[in-house]
């Protein structure tokens, strides 16, 4: 398994809740275009600002941190791209750590169900606390099932596209490392390969030339002994020959 550093999982993270954010996005149109909508309450919740009653939560934070932070003004035509930079920050965060915690707890934030738990988190935290505390919605008891049914369901979404977009980020990341190993080893393995054929070959030319050489010794060997044995043979048929004539003597 590759080895991914705290910030690499980190950067991760942030780049698939991006994903999980778009992909809630297509949950929200979806819904609409299936007129599955649920019907919001009226008068559950009372804005702070006259504003906020024609703005989206993300549209109002947008107005905040340009107004309140960077003391500037935000164009009202400028509101729906302000809002959804909000919105993919917002799931790009909870991605970060998401990715933190996928590197960390393998076993427990990783593969679907511990993606719809990151999403379920993710909605108690966000849709039922962070937005009460910092008046953009009202607390959750107000609000009926359905409407917190279709929040889970977008929170859900988005924590399922998010952890898609984890595993494909490290596929990509695992096959470039891949493709990096083999760029880096062919090159010297192909240069290697013609010094190991020639050795090969030369290897195999020097065990050619010492079989010959054994080869001919032993057919020299071979020559040897076939001329000691007839030498040996010659000898023994000369004395049998000169043996009587030497007793011939001696019997008269």
């Given amino acids: 398994m590759r080895h991914v550093t705290p910030m690499g999982a980190l950067w991760r993270g942030i780049a698939a809740g991006a994903v999980g954010s778009g992909i809630q996005n297509l949950y929200f149109k979806g819904i609409a275009g299936a007129g599955a909508m649920p019907e919001w309450p009226k008068g ?12 989206l939560s993300t549209v109002t934070v947008a107005r905040r941190f340009t107004e309140g932070l960077a003391q500037r003004r935000l164009p009202e035509q400028r509101h729906p791209l302000a809002g959804q930079l909000v919105h993919y920050s917002f799931g790009a965060g909870w991605g970060g750590l998401y990715g933190l915690a996928l590197e960390s707890l ?5 593969g679907p169900v511990g993606a719809l738990a990151f999403g379920t988190m993710v909605w108690a935290v966000g849709d039922n606390t962070i ?19 279709f ?55 020097g065990r050619h030339r010492r079989g010959a050489r054994v080869r001919a010794a032993a057919r020299t060997g071979r020559r040897r002994g ?4 007839i030498d040996a043979e010659h000898a023994e048929r000369e004395s049998r020959a000169t043996q009587p004539r030497r007793l011939s003597p001696g019997a008269g």
């Fill in 44 to 55: 559950v919740f009372e804005p702070p600002e006259e504003r906020q009653k024609s703005e």
């Fill in 226 to 229: 076939a001329a000691d044995l």
């Fill in 151 to 205: 929040a889970l369901g977008a929170h859900l979404a988005y924590g399922l596209g998010t952890w898609g977009g984890v595993e494909a980020a490290g596929a990509v990341a695992a096959d470039g490392g891949r493709r990096g190993a083999l760029g880096a080893v062919g090159p010297a393995a192909r240069e290697g390969a013609p010094r190991r054929a020639a050795a090969g070959g030369a290897q195999g030319r």
């Fill in 106 to 110: 393998p076993a427990a934030a990783g």
């Fill in 131 to 149: 937005l009460p505390l910092f008046r953009l919605s009202a607390w959750p008891h107000k609000y009926p099932p359905q409407v917190h049914a």
